[in-house]
């Protein structure tokens, strides 16, 4: 196939967010879309077979339209255009980039980074309850937090609760010195993190103070019916499926619920059933709830967490058939 050159008029400012840090940016998009880009005079000359190119050459012009709109261009806004050029979905990332949710108490705005996070954050406005299920890194509580802030800051809801099971992570903490308080926070700690982020902590404690503001571990919601509230569930594949339904069944007047989880990083002991499995077979049908799926395309942490979701993906994935078809094999007397 023969080879073709493309320019482009990126201007200065752009360019050198576009290429990134040591031109990074290009370099991986050189290596996987087999093209060569040069700056030359101002211009950006992009040159391989034709079908690279002009690919390369949508990538390019949709970065430097996000650098327009004061975007910093960052390693996992590169791989996701490069992906998306590859399926022939044009401009997704220009119209992601048209949501903010809200701005960080330092003014950073809040916004999906990809399709699958854009889908969520429609799904929850659109939902009274909503599942957020992925893995690790795709923004789920993130985001979460994000809408349920919005929310209470415009007065759509009085109070924000926030919750999630206490289950240690393979670890033993109950003796730790304290009290309860002491002992629960470590578990809610990533919800403090993420409300002082958003919210500010000065902010957030006043608000805690006067009990608009609520985070508990999962036990305290029993017996209670929770009217215009946010209410937050997370890490849900650590619940049983009496908690799952213990927690829904707190939903009251006014309120919106959304459940995080990622079901294959449950803590729960061998044998025991999670909640959030059980839930998205109980609930799939039912109008009003919607289970948002996203997947390691979706992840936005460091590029390097991207890979390992996969690869942690792949590898169950192909351990699942192997049992499967061990089983098969003991079935039907092959063994």
Do not use: W
């Not at 049908?285 to 792949?314: F, W």
């Amino acid at each position: 196939m023969e080879e073709v050159s493309e320019r482009i008029r990126v201007s200065a400012k752009d360019q050198q967010n576009v290429f990134g840090q040591f031109d990074s940016h290009i370099k991986k998009l050189e290596r996987q879309l087999k093209v060569t880009i040069v700056d030359r005079n101002g211009e950006v000359q992009i040159s391989g077979r034709e079908p690279y190119v002009k690919k390369a050459k949508k990538v390019i012009q949709e970065l430097a339209e996000l650098s327009m709109r004061g975007n910093i261009i960052e390693e996992q806004n590169v791989d996701y255009a490069i992906t998306m050029s590859m399926e022939e979905n044009e401009d997704i990332l220009l119209e992601i980039d048209k949501e903010c949710i809200c701005h960080t108490i330092a003014g950073k705005p809040i916004k999906p980074k990809t399709l699958g996070q854009k889908r969520y954050v429609d799904a929850i406005r659109n939902n009274m309850i909503v599942f957020g299920l992925g893995p690790a890194g795709t923004g789920k509580t993130y985001l979460a937090m994000a809408m349920a802030i919005t929310a209470f800051k415009s007065q759509e809801v009085e109070r924000i609760i926030l919750t999630r099971p206490a289950i240690e992570a393979g670890e033993k903490l109950g003796f730790l010195p304290g009290d309860l308080q002491s002992k629960v926070d470590p578990y809610l700690r990533p919800l403090y993190d993420a409300l002082y982020q958003i919210m500010g902590a000065e902010t957030f404690l006043k608000n805690m103070e006067k009990g608009l503001i609520e985070v508990a571990p999962l036990a305290y919601m029993r017996g209670r019916t929770l009217d215009n509230a946010y209410i937050i569930l997370d890490e849900a594949q650590n619940t049983t499926p009496a908690q799952m339904k213990m927690f829904l069944t707190r939903i009251g007047f006014g309120s919106k619920v959304i459940v995080t989880g990622d079901a294959s990083q449950k803590d729960l002991s061998p044998g025991t059933v999670s909640g959030l499995d059980v839930a998205q077979k109980v609930l799939q049908n039912i109008e009003g709830i919607e289970l948002c799926k996203m997947t390691s395309r979706d992840v936005v942490r460091h590029p390097l967490v991207q890979k390992i979701v996969k690869a942690y993906e792949t590898y169950e994935a192909r351990e699942s058939n192997m049992t499967k078809r061990r089983s098969g094999n003991t079935v039907y007397g092959k063994k």
